[in-house]
T-cell receptor
Framework: AQSVTQLGSHVSVSEGALVLLRCNYS??????LFWYVQYPNQGLQLLLK??????LVKGINGFEAEFKKSETSFHLTKPSAHMSDAAEYFC??????????????FGQGTTLQVKP | NAGVTQTPKFQVLKTGQSMTLQCAQD?????MSWYRQDPGMGLRLIHY???????DQGEVPNGYNVSRSTTEDFPLRLLSAAPSQTSVYFC????????????FGSGTRLTVV
């Protein structure tokens, strides 16, 4: 069964500091990995995704994530936090396979607070 | 393009009432899903569909029914609402395949009293 674990339900950083949001997945087959962002009272917006190929993927708003198969991780980073980055972030996984077709499974989410 | 449209945006139900949350997409996406979002629990998959006439259960299907008669629409039915179904519900759609990612609607906030 596929699953996603996000370490840390709340992360607080100062404006201009590095952002690191952690995501680990469980999978017996190659995964497709996603990061979504949710601003207050809104739906989810795709930040970036890993499918195949380059393991370092770049997304919108200066975010990037690195797929590390040996560590089953897909951590999200941004070199310098901005006040507008304050939101909830979700990691998600999907797979090929008849039992998983169409499923996108999410982690519990991490709320990012950015302090001035 | 409207994308994924959910109606209503807000709803208050009494315990035992029934209702249907509507979801429509205009992107010709084969895949559609319903999630519920609760504090500290992320988004949990209720039901999903990989095409018209095909639906399957997700992680938390109890108390909910779905059908998919057209590619565009994927309504979620609550037959007898319970306070435990108080949540924010999101509908999402995707091109067929696990690599595309889903496009989300803006959500329906449901309160059951």
């Amino acid at each position: 069964a596929q699953s996603v674990t996000q370490l840390g339900s709340h992360v607080s950083v100062s404006e201009g500091a590095l952002v690191l949001l952690r995501c680990n997945y469980s999978s017996s087959v190659p995964p497709y990995l996603f990061w979504y962002v949710q601003y207050p009272n809104q739906g989810l917006q795709l930040l970036l995704k890993y499918t195949t190929g380059a393991t370092l993927v770049k997304g919108i708003n200066g975010f990037e994530a690195e797929f590390k198969k040996s560590e089953t991780s897909f951590h999200l980073t941004k070199p310098s936090a901005h006040m507008s980055d304050a939101a909830e972030y979700f990691c998600a996984v999907s797979h090929h396979g008849s039992s998983n077709t169409g499923k996108l499974i999410f982690g519990q989410g991490t709320t990012l607070q950015v302090k001035p | 393009n409207a994308g994924v449209t959910q109606t209503p945006k807000f709803q208050v139900l009494k315990t035992g009432q029934s209702m249907t949350l509507q979801c429509a997409q205009d992107m010709n996406h084969e895949y559609m899903s319903w999630y519920r979002q609760d504090p500290g629990m992320g988004l949990r998959l209720i039901h999903y569909s990989v095409g018209a006439g095909i639906t399957d259960q997700g992680e938390v299907p109890n108390g909910y029914n779905v059908s998919r008669s057209t590619t565009e629409d994927f309504p979620l039915r609550l037959l007898s609402a319970a306070p435990s179904q108080t949540s924010v519900y999101f509908c999402a759609s995707s091109l067929p395949g696990p690599s595309y990612g889903y496009t989300f609607g803006s959500g329906t906030r449901l309160t059951v009293v």
